[in-house]
Nanobody
Framework: QVRLEESGGGSVQAGGSLRLSCTAS???????LAWFRQAPGKQRDVVAT????????FYADSVKGRFAISRVNNDNMVALQMNSLKPEDTAIYYC??????????????????????WGQGTQVTVSS
């Protein structure tokens, strides 16, 4: 099972930007990748997903137009660029991967149970 490690979290004022990165222990080019987040006292929800070839992305309504998911170096990294951050974006952000060969191009995969590998999470705090 692939190991995932997030980086790039931190504290920022409202309106600011952060870029999260997720590095995999081996190639994740042939599967769907996602970013989830969990705010204190709330369930973990999907933020964005990207298909194996990068041709299909999904964004939660709350982040559309502000966040962008991308594959970096094509092979073992995925990033989440977060702009115009709001206090309600404060959460722990998790990178997740489906099993090799599983994809989200033809069907959105928005459930935690679709993803089999998870990082430990990185804290993002947005102050007003």
């Amino acid at each position: 099972q692939v190991r995932l490690e997030e980086s790039g979290g931190g504290s920022v004022q409202a309106g600011g930007s952060l870029r999260l990165s997720c590095t995999a222990s081996f190639s994740i080019s042939s599967t769907c990748l996602a970013w989830f987040r969990q705010a204190p006292g709330k369930q973990r929800d999907v933020v964005a997903t990207i298909s194996s070839g990068g041709g299909k992305t999904f964004y939660a309504d709350s982040v559309k137009g502000r966040f962008a998911i991308s594959r970096v170096n094509n092979d073992n990294m995925v990033a989440l660029q977060m702009n115009s951050l709001k206090p309600e974006d404060t959460a722990i952000y998790y990178c997740a991967s489906m099993n090799k060969g599983d994809d989200c191009y033809y069907r959105d995969r928005l459930s935690e149970s679709d993803y089999k590998s998870w990082g430990q999470g990185t804290q993002v705090t947005v102050s007003s």
